[in-house]
């Protein structure tokens, strides 16, 4: 028996002024799994992704047809503050805001009217630990987000989007300014979280979709030209691009 | 010394003399006035209203004017320039429309103050029959102030960086709720300076103030917002210029004051800014 997907796209076209980002995009993304996105620059991966919390309508030029479906509602009809908090999204650059770490955390639940002072400490901590930040920062909580280092700075970025306890978490390149040691801990972390939630991860580290996803999909020029699974993907592609791309023959 | 590092030292020499020239006449000018009216500032001066045909006594009416008017303004022009900005540059669509009213908000901050003057004249004196008052005054300073404030504070609030909207939107939060805790907090410095110099500089101002509110003579203190008020740059024109053997120095004196009083709220603008700048941590 096969799940009904958390989302769907239905012949979904993104456009920013005249230039075409996505094509005709059918793609269905399951409960709790890991889904890999990649694919070269300028291959719409993270158009995508940002087409699924409505943030590319913050470019006043974007444009977009056809029908995202998320929990079985379109998107439309769900207000934008509704559906950015049960789809959050860890930007490529770690970005805090210049405030202290707390209240980087603390923000979502207060935006979302949680006031109760015990509570917002709860979940911050509830947060941190699933990020697995908690350890390394219990102690200063007042300390300026942005002293932190820029694996930490991430895993905050996650504490962040996961305190307002969203059902989907995006990942756009999370680890392209990471070093590699940082970059396992922010893997170790999806890995974890893949209890609670389902992720997408777009990278242009292939290696690390590989290490990471269960399923992968491969964009090239605002089309999705193969999905499968992640083994399956990297080891017998169908299709001779994805072959191409993966083994590192270009992109 | 090789030839690129003497070309250096003349463009700096150059350019550091051209700064001076600008400062000198304003330094020159300060000194002159302090050096003539200093003596003539007392106690008494600041404190009690004019004698004898104003040849007499001191400015106390027209300093209170002056400083119930930079209020008047502030009430008036401070909501609504803020406002105003905020919608121009976080919630308006970039359409004709906005293009347009960008433009005239640049255009109307070059118009000259005397032509405030007769626009405020003829609409809340005449028009709106609020006669030649502090509301009116204000009103006409206020107007002349808003494309000041407005364009500081839409400078202001683009130096924000558009990630913290992001991150704030992508969070679920609100448009205004992105304004109010991710944008005007880091804002404030910018906005503040803008203000406070479009303040003093209404502060200073003759025309627009000339036909609408200042009163020739008169020594009481306002009442309410529709009495007249004396004001120190108008006092200033009136004993320059139309009493006649009126001792210089109370001009000079009049005129240190004025200085003063604007050179005071600059300060506030520059301590509330260092206050706010602390907090920016990026």
Partial sequence: MVAEPIIKTINLKCQYGPVTALKDLNIEINKNEILGIIGPANSGKTTFMRSLNRLNYLNPSYSQTGRIIFEGKDIKQIPDSQLRKKIGIIFALPQVLPISIFNNVAYGPKVHGITNKSVVEEIVETALKKAYLWEEIKDRLDLPANKLSGGQQQRLCIARTLAVEPDVILYDEPCSGLDPISTAKVEDAMRELKKYYTQILVTNNTKQAARVTERCGFFLMGDLVEIEETETLFTNPKDKRTDDYITGRFG | ?282
């Fill in chain 2, 1 to 282: 010394m090789n030839a690129a590092k003497v070309r250096e030292k003349v463009a700096f020499t150059i350019l550091g003399l051209i700064t001076l020239l600008i400062v000198l006449p304003i330094v020159l000018t300060i000194i002159y006035v302090a050096k003539n009216g200093a003596g003539t500032v007392t106690w008494e001066f600041i404190t009690q209203p004019p004698r004898s045909g104003m040849r007499e006594g001191g400015i106390f009416p027209a300093i209170i004017g002056t400083i119930v008017l930079i209020i008047g303004t502030m009430l008036f022009s401070l909501p609504l320039g803020i406002l105003s900005a905020i919608y121009l540059v976080e919630y308006a669509k970039d359409n004709l429309f906005t293009r347009m009213i960008k433009l005239s908000v640049v255009n109307l901050s070059g118009i000259p103050s005397i032509v405030y003057g007769l626009f405020g004249f003829t609409l809340f004196v005449v028009f709106l029959k609020f006669g030649t008052s502090i509301l009116a005054g204000s009103l006409t300073l206020g107007i002349m102030s808003l494309p000041v404030i407005i364009t500081a504070t839409k400078e202001a609030l683009e130096t924000v960086p558009a990630s913290f909207r992001e991150i704030s939107l992508s969070l679920g939060a609100t448009r205004w709720q992105t304004i109010r805790y991710c944008v005007l907090p880091y804002s404030i410095p910018g906005i503040l300076t803008g203000t406070v110099l479009s303040l003093s500089r209404a502060a200073g101002e003759t025309a627009p103030i000339l036909f609408t509110v200042a009163a020739f003579y008169l020594p009481r203190l306002p009442h309410s917002v529709f009495d007249q008020v004396m004001a120190l740059p108008y006092h200033l024109y009136v004993i320059a210029t139309q009493v006649p053997n009126m001792p210089a120095r109370l001009s000079f004196a009049t005129g240190l004051v004025l200085i003063v009083l604007v050179f005071l709220m600059n300060l506030v603008s520059i301590f509330l800014r260092a206050h706010y700048r602390k907090k920016k941590q990026w």
